[in-house]
């Protein structure tokens, strides 16, 4: 079944200490998302690629990089977690202007 | 800004007592309007799109429906698989394919 797949399922990283989520698809979808999801609140965009070009959202922190070596994988990069960054990081794919489908998550745990 | 407002934000029904989710939007020009459920700790799962005022679609016991201002899910006879966080979220005429996130609906049916 085509779909959108993270790794790890659950993460946990020290205080400051770098971590890299990654998320790959087999939609063959050309825009790419990555979200956060803090407990009962709603997925919160971080930053998007369409196709190759990378759009960042107005207040995502600099601590937050991306990277989207080829259209099935994408990379998030936290340089330095904070406690406040401890969340669920979602990814998700669609066809430019349509549904997006999204990943299980990567539960980070911040210690 | 856009913005997404769902009510209420829980709700608890008994098995086959049938109701309605609201998600109320302001958006500068409305591209679509996304239903996803999510279950606790995993991703959000597609539902249906709607991208204008009177449309509707189902999908087994979920029926959503369009107005300029608002959304309805109507959910009828539910069982307790149908117990999950139900999202809305729209998409602007002038974001391409960003989605705005309302915080959900918590429902949960019991026996």
């Known amino acids: 079944d085509a779909m959108v797949i993270q790794n790890p399922r659950y993460q946990v990283t020290q205080f400051g200490k770098p971590v890299t989520l990654s998320c790959s698809q087999t939609?063959?979808?050309?825009?790419m998302y990555w979200y956060q999801q803090k407990s009962s609140q709603a997925p919160k965009l971080l930053f998007h690629?369409?196709?190759?070009?990378?759009?960042n959202e107005a207040d995502t922190p600099d601590n937050f990089q991306s990277r989207r070596p080829n259209t099935s994988f994408c990379f998030l990069d936290i340089r330095s977690p904070g406690l406040g960054d401890a969340a669920m990081y979602l990814c998700?794919?669609?066809?430019?202007?349509?549904?997006?489908?999204f990943g299980p998550g990567t539960r980070l745990t911040v210690t | 800004e856009d913005q997404v407002t769902q009510s209420p934000e829980a709700l608890r029904l008994q098995e086959g007592e049938s109701s309605s989710l609201n998600c109320s939007y302001t958006?500068?020009?409305?591209?679509?309007l996304f239903w996803y459920r999510q279950d606790p700790g995993k991703g959000p799962e597609f539902l249906f799109t709607?991208?204008?005022a009177g449309e509707e679609k189902e999908k087994e016991r979920l029926k959503a429906t369009l107005t300029k201002k608002e959304s309805f899910l109507h959910i009828t006879a539910p069982k307790p698989e149908d117990s999950a966080t139900y999202l809305c979220?729209?998409?602007?005429?002038?974001?391409?394919?960003?989605?705005?996130f309302g915080t959900g609906t918590r429902l949960q049916v019991t026996l």
């Open positions: 998700a794919t669609s066809r430019e202007g349509h549904e997006q489908y």
């Open positions: 939609l063959n979808h050309n825009v």
């Open positions: 690629y369409y196709d190759k070009d990378f759009n």
């Open positions: 958006v500068s020009g409305l591209r679509g």
């Open positions: 709607l991208y204008s």
């Open positions: 979220a729209v998409q602007d005429t002038g974001t391409a394919s960003k989605l705005t």
